[in-house]
C-alpha cells in the first residue's frame, strides 16, 4: 500500500507558530528537570522568548490563504488575528505569573508546560478549517485548563473546579463530537469547505444535518460560557488560582468564538434562518442570566464570571446577522474584552500574591487608599467593562450596536441595552467600595515590577484604543473577511 503525501498539501509553514509553542513546551519540560527550584523564574522567561518567537511567526500570516494538510487548517489574516491576541495574552500570564506561584507555594515547571499546551491548542482551533482539527483544538487547551484548574492541589476549592470542569467538560465534548458525526454523516464531509460548497448545492431541510449543527452548538456554547450552558463557570472560576482564572476568562473564549465564525458565518451563511434562532436566545439568555446574577454577587471572581457570561452574549450579538459587518464587531470586542477583562483579573491576582488570598468585595474597602495604582487600574478596567466613553468598551458595544441595527435585529438589540444600563450597577460598585473609607489600618502593599508593567501596559492600553479603536478595527476588518 503506498501512501501519497502530495495530496496533503503539507506546509509546516502554515502552522509554524502552534510549532513554535509546542517546542518551547517541550523545552520548558526538560529544563524543568535541571534548573534548581530557587531558578524557576527562568522557565518564565523561557516561556515568553518562545512566545514571542512564536508571535513574530505569525505577522508573515496575515493577508494570506494557505490552506495545509489536507485543508484541515488554513494560514489567513483570521488564522493570524488570533495568533496576536492569544499569544499576547499567555505572555502577559507567564509574566504575572512566578510572583503570584510562589506566593501560594505553586511555582513548579509544569505550569508553563500546560500554559503553552493550552495555548497550541486555542492557536489549533483559530486556524482549524476541519471537524477534526477543531476538535483536536478544543481538547489539548481543555485539557490543560483542566489540569490548571487544579493546580493548587491542596486547595480544596480547586480541587473542586478541577473536578467539576473535568466532568461537565467531558460532557459538553460528548455533545460535540456526536454533533460532528451527525453532520458527517449528513454531508460526507469533515473539512469546512466541503461541508459549505454541500450546504449551499443540497437542500437545507437535513435534519441529520440540522441536529448536528444543534449539538455543536451546544458543546461550543460550552467554552465561550454563554448561557444556559454556563453552570461551571462561576465555581471554576473562584476555585481554579486566581493567575490561571485570567488566563483562561479571556483566552479560551476568544479561541471558541473564533470556532463559531468560521463555523456559522463561512460555513452555514446558507442556513441563517435555522441557526439565527437558537443563537440569539443562547445570546438574550447570557446577557439577562450574566447580568442579573452578578448584581448579587459579594464575591469579585463570581462577579467577574458572570459579567463574563454577559459578555458572551454581547460578543454572540455580532455573529447574529452573519455579516462581515457583524463578525468585525465580534473580532473587535474580542479585543477588547481580552484587554479590560484580562486587566480586571490581573489586579486580583496581584492582590493575591502579595498573601492577601481573598476576592471577597468587602476586603475591596478602602482599597484607593492603602493601593492606589491596583485601586486606579481597577477603576479604569471597570469603567471600560461596563462600556464607559473613552474607553475600548463603549466602542466594543457601540459597533456590536450598529451591526445590530444595520441588520434590523430590534430585539436583541434592545435587551442589550437594557442590560447594559443594569450592568453599571455592579461595576460602578466596586469603584464605590474601593473609593470608601477603610474600617480599620491602611496597611501599605507592594506590586511586583512586572505586574506593575503589565497591569500599567493593559489600563493604558484600555484607554487608548478607546480614542483610537480604528487602530484595532481595521485590523478586525481584515480579519473578518473570511476565505477558505
Not at 490563504?65 to 493570524?80: E, I, P
Not at 461595576?427 to 506590586?447: C, F, N, S, T
Request: proline share 4%; charged share 10%; glycine share 8%.
Amino acid at each position: 500500500m503506498t501512501i501519497n503525501l502530495n495530496g496533503l498539501g503539507i506546509d509546516y509553514g502554515a502552522i509554524l507558530p502552534e510549532l513554535i509553542v509546542v517546542g518551547t513546551a517541550i523545552v520548558v519540560l526538560f529544563l524543568d528537570l535541571v534548573v534548581p527550584p530557587e531558578r524557576r523564574g527562568w522557565l518564565a522567561a523561557v516561556t515568553v522568548v518562545g512566545l514571542l518567537g512564536a508571535l513574530a511567526a505569525s505577522f508573515p500570516l496575515w493577508g494570506q490563504n494557505r490552506a495545509a494538510f489536507g485543508d484541515t487548517v488554513v494560514a489567513d489574516s483570521l488564522a493570524a488575528f488570533f495568533n496576536i491576541l492569544l499569544i499576547a495574552v499567555s505572555i502577559l500570564t507567564a509574566l504575572i505569573s512566578p510572583r503570584f506561584l510562589r506566593a501560594l507555594d505553586l511555582d513548579y515547571g509544569e505550569y508553563y508546560v500546560l500554559l503553552l499546551g493550552a495555548t497550541a491548542g486555542m492557536m489549533l482551533l483559530a486556524a482549524a478549517t476541519s471537524l477534526m482539527t477543531i476538535f483536536l483544538g478544543i481538547e489539548l487547551l481543555s485539557i490543560s485548563l483542566y489540569v490548571l484548574s487544579g493546580f493548587a492541589r491542596t486547595a480544596l476549592r480547586s480541587q473542586e473546579a478541577a473536578l467539576k470542569y473535568l466532568l461537565l467538560g467531558g460532557f459538553a465534548t460528548g455533545f460535540l463530537l456526536y454533533g460532528m458525526a451527525l453532520i458527517y454523516g449528513a454531508t460526507g464531509a469533515t473539512t469546512l469547505r466541503a461541508i459549505a460548497a454541500y450546504t449551499t448545492a443540497a437542500a437545507t431541510s437535513n435534519v441529520l444535518l440540522l441536529v448536528g449543527i444543534a449539538l455543536l452548538s451546544v458543546g461550543l456554547a460550552f467554552k465561550v460560557s454563554a448561557a444556559p450552558f454556563h453552570m461551571w463557570t462561576p465555581d471554576v472560576y473562584e476555585g481554579a488560582p486566581t493567575v490561571v482564572t485570567t488566563f483562561m476568562s479571556v483566552a479560551t473564549k476568544a479561541a471558541a468564538f473564533a470556532a463559531v465564525g468560521r463555523i456559522f458565518i463561512a460555513t452555514f451563511p446558507t442556513l441563517w434562518t435555522r441557526w439565527y434562532f437558537p443563537l440569539v436566545l443562547i445570546a438574550i439568555l447570557s446577557l439577562i442570566i450574566g447580568n442579573l446574577v452578578a448584581i448579587t454577587q459579594d464575591n469579585l471572581k463570581r462577579m467577574l464570571a458572570y459579567s463574563g457570561i454577559a459578555h458572551a452574549g454581547y460578543i454572540l450579538l455580532g455573529v447574529l446577522p452573519g455579516t462581515t459587518q457583524g463578525f468585525t464587531a465580534t473580532l473587535f470586542y474580542i479585543a477588547a474584552y481580552a484587554v479590560m477583562n484580562f486587566g480586571a483579573f490581573a489586579v486580583v491576582t496581584a492582590i493575591g500574591a502579595g498573601g492577601e488570598q481573598t476576592a471577597d468585595l468587602s476586603y475591596w474597602r478602602g482599597l484607593f487608599y492603602r493601593r492606589p495604582f491596583l485601586a486606579t487600574v481597577m477603576t479604569i478596567f471597570m469603567l471600560s467593562l461596563a462600556g464607559i466613553p473613552p474607553t475600548v468598551g463603549f466602542f466594543a458595544k457601540l459597533f456590536v450596536f450598529q451591526a445590530l441595527v444595520t441588520a434590523q435585529l430590534w430585539a436583541p438589540l434592545v435587551v442589550a441595552v437594557i442590560m447594559t444600563i443594569v450592568s453599571f450597577y455592579y461595576y460602578l460598585r466596586v469603584i464605590v467600595v474601593m473609593l470608601a473609607q477603610p474600617d480599620g489600618k491602611v496597611a501599605e502593599g507592594h506590586v511586583g515590577f512586572s505586574t506593575s508593567t503589565v497591569l500599567g501596559a493593559a489600563a493604558v492600553a484600555t484607554v487608548f484604543l478607546g480614542l483610537f479603536p480604528s487602530v484595532v478595527l481595521d485590523w478586525a476588518r481584515s480579519a473578518a473577511s473570511l476565505h477558505f
